[in-house]
């Protein structure tokens, strides 16, 4: 089963799986697609935590436009000064003991790192770093310190629910909101290593009560007969 899917193939195919089995009219498409994340996410989970599995297909690309907020705890004496953040909540990503597992960029291309105000009010007295910008993530939303002219950045990395990136406006480099979404789900493929398929499939039929492994067993039986 080593190969990309759209959620609507992957439910199609767990639906056959479950055939095998039961009925699987009782499973509304709905509850087969949580079923099916929940699984997904358990399998890229231990990856992750690995720290040896940053495989492309289980990436996805996040547009996001920022806007120019007050920030009230400003250093050195906590004034109000401004700073970008994100227009929307950022999707939920996976995290390991290694830390983030995704990245925050320009459209340029310039990777940016993670950091606080204090690191922000730091790089002042560096002499290379001076003007780099910094990213920290509060409250579900993202945050932009020591560049207030970025109007949009891109954050690359392992979502935990891909849909969620369907509800999120695609935007321009300069912030501007497109007609399009970052995630078309029923054309674009759920962010999975085909590789990794199978395993989420016998994870999702262990899950709804069913085993592959009894159901070879009794086919074994029978053919032994």
């Given at each position: ?94 995290s390991s003991k290694f ?105 999702c039929l262990k899950k ?18």
């Open positions: 089963m080593s190969e990309l899917r759209t959620i609507d193939s992957h439910v199609s195919f767990l639906r056959k799986m479950i055939k095998q089995f039961s009925d699987d009219t009782s499973y509304d498409d709905e509850f087969l697609y949580k079923i099916f994340i929940d699984s997904r996410n358990t399998i890229l989970g231990r990856k992750f935590e690995e720290g040896k599995y940053n495989n492309p297909f289980n990436l996805q690309k996040l547009y996001v436009p920022l806007d120019l907020v007050e920030y009230e705890e400003c250093l050195p004496d906590g004034t109000i000064c401004k700073v970008r953040r994100s227009r929307y909540k950022i999707p939920t990503y996976f830390g983030d597992s995704f990245r925050v960029m320009t459209f340029g291309g310039k990777n940016i790192s993670s950091g606080n105000l204090q690191d922000s009010y730091n790089l002042q007295f560096t002499r290379t770093r001076q003007e780099d910008a910094l990213y920290e993530i509060t409250n579900g939303y993202l945050t932009i310190f020591n560049n207030n002219h970025l109007k949009s950045v891109l954050i690359i990395g392992p979502a935990e629910d891909p849909l969620e990136f369907a509800e999120f406006p695609r935007c321009n480099p300069d912030g501007t909101e497109t007609d399009q979404t970052c995630f078309d789900p029923h054309s674009q493929v759920i962010p999975l290593d085909a590789k990794l398929n199978d395993a989420v499939y016998e994870l709804l009560g069913f085993s592959l492994q009894a159901r070879e067993d009794e086919e074994n039986d029978h053919i032994s007969l």
